[in-house]
């Protein structure tokens, strides 16, 4: 249904390689570093605002040519992805704090 136009060593991986192991990780660790420091009201606040945020970057990289979709393609398909990927990340990173201590 989507998929990204450049993509590193595109013959040999279907995915973009680039996003998944570098870009999508450091997101992640610049995420949980905020989230560590808020309380539950603050970090529903963080998911929300950047599970909004991301379809207007996805949008932008439409623009931009890095991005292309099918016509069935959704824009709110990726509000509520990152809206679940990223409350059970949160989940979890909650659970594994509760864990250490």
């Known amino acids: 249904m ?4 450049f993509r590193p060593l595109a013959a040999v991986f ?12 450091i ?11 808020l309380n539950k009201w603050g970090r529903m606040g ?3 605002f950047v599970s909004l945020l ?4 996805e949008k932008l990289a439409e623009v931009l040519g890095l991005f292309k979709h099918t016509v069935e393609w959704k824009h709110i398909y990726t509000f509520f992805w990152y809206l679940l990927f990223l409350s059970v990340v949160t989940a979890f990173f909650q659970w594994l704090e509760k864990e250490e201590k």
């Open 54 to 57: 991301m379809p207007i970057l």
């Open 27 to 37: 997101l992640m660790a610049v995420f949980l570093y905020v989230i560590a420091g």
């Open 14 to 25: 279907s995915i973009n390689i680039g996003f998944t192991l570098v870009v999508l990780p």
């Open 2 to 5: 989507y998929e990204f136009t």
């Open 46 to 48: 963080v998911i929300l």
